[in-house]
């Protein structure tokens, strides 16, 4: 038994070093790449650069204006998670802890937004931000990505507060506190891991948008993944810049991810084991 529990041991740091390879060798890839020259790359694509050409990361930030486009990826982001995490905090409590007419039908209208593939209203949404006056500014944007955003964190914080026992909150009713008491001052303190891994899923969804960024702005409104779209089409044949611009993009996600990894992990298995 003592064998087989090693050989088991064993075997799954194994698999885990397959996944580890799997995905940090890419990343590794894209980081040598980005440090080499077109020559380079060419002559020997899985050496070690001869001379480390951090001059591509300064081309690919000025070449696709990479200071202008990341001001407005950091204007359109902040929004969207403040505003989608406090929105989906409030109805995933009050959809996961109170009954009352019509909450099957409300929640079911809710998670629309998850349903319905995104390309089947870009052309509605298009016409409907024109008639409001709000296409070509950041707003086309924000409130649309609020929206989707809005209906997963409502479906993610729901299994949440569903997995609340509720004598805690009986007890702090009985302690006097009102539902918003019980939500702030009592609830919203716990659910720190689940907030936390709605905050950097928003986050990482929000930054990569391109598609909707695509149809609805222009110039400088524009994010990064548009403008590393743009940039291809000017350095091309240039591999090197290329992957220094993709590493610029990535690297917010990145760090956002390790900054709250923890949390993150916690908040997804928290939310696996309730489900």
């Known amino acids: 038994m003592i064998g087989r529990s090693r050989g088991q041991v064993w075997f799954n740091y194994l698999l885990l070093t397959i996944f580890l390879l799997a995905a940090v060798l890419p990343l590794a890839g894209i980081l040598l790449t980005s440090l080499k020259t077109s020559a380079e790359l060419r002559g020997s694509p899985f050496a070690l650069p001869e001379t480390w050409?951090?001059?591509?990361?300064?081309?690919?930030?000025?070449?696709?204006?990479?200071?202008?486009?990341?001001?407005?990826?950091?204007?359109?982001?902040?929004?969207?998670?403040?505003?989608?995490?406090?929105?989906?905090?409030?109805?995933?409590?009050?959809?996961?802890?109170?009954?009352?007419?019509?909450?099957?039908?409300?929640?079911?209208?809710?998670?629309?937004?998850?349903?319905?593939?995104?390309?089947?209203?870009?052309?509605?949404?298009?016409?409907?931000?024109?008639?409001?006056?709000?296409?070509?500014?950041?707003?086309?944007?924000?409130?649309?990505?609020?929206?989707?955003?809005?209906?997963?964190?409502?479906?993610?914080?729901?299994?949440?507060?569903?997995?609340?026992?509720?004598?805690?909150?009986?007890?702090?009713?009985?302690?006097?506190?009102?539902?918003?008491?019980?939500?702030?001052?009592?609830?919203?303190?716990?659910?720190?891991?689940?907030?936390?891994?709605?905050v950097v899923l928003l986050f990482m969804w929000t930054w990569n948008e391109f598609f909707l960024v695509l149809v609805m702005v222009t110039g400088d409104l524009r994010t990064l993944p548009v403008g590393l779209a743009l940039l291809r089409g000017r350095y091309a044949s240039d591999v090197p810049v290329m992957a220094a611009a993709s590493l610029i993009v990535s690297l917010p996600v990145l760090v956002v991810y390790f900054l709250f990894q923890r949390h993150f992990i916690r908040g997804m298995i928290s939310g696996a084991i309730k489900s």
Not at 145 to 154: E, I, K, N, Y
Not at 164 to 169: G, K, T
Not at 172 to 194: E, H, I, K, Q, Y
Request: proline share 5%; charged share 15%; net charge neutral.
């Open 53 to 198: 050409r951090w001059e591509n990361y300064r081309d690919a930030w000025d070449g696709a204006r990479f200071s202008t486009y990341f001001r407005s990826s950091v204007i359109v982001v902040v929004p969207v998670v403040v505003i989608a995490t406090l929105l989906s905090t409030m109805s995933g409590y009050a959809l996961g802890t109170m009954r009352f007419p019509g909450d099957n039908v409300l929640l079911l209208l809710i998670m629309l937004g998850l349903m319905v593939p995104f390309e089947a209203v870009i052309i509605p949404l298009w016409r409907l931000m024109g008639q409001l006056g709000l296409r070509d500014s950041y707003w086309s944007l924000i409130l649309p990505q609020v929206a989707l955003s809005f209906s997963f964190g409502t479906f993610w914080m729901r299994a949440h507060f569903k997995g609340v026992p509720v004598e805690l909150m009986d007890a702090a009713v009985v302690d006097g506190c009102n539902t918003w008491d019980v939500l702030w001052r009592v609830l919203f303190p716990l659910s720190r891991p689940a907030l936390l891994s709605l």
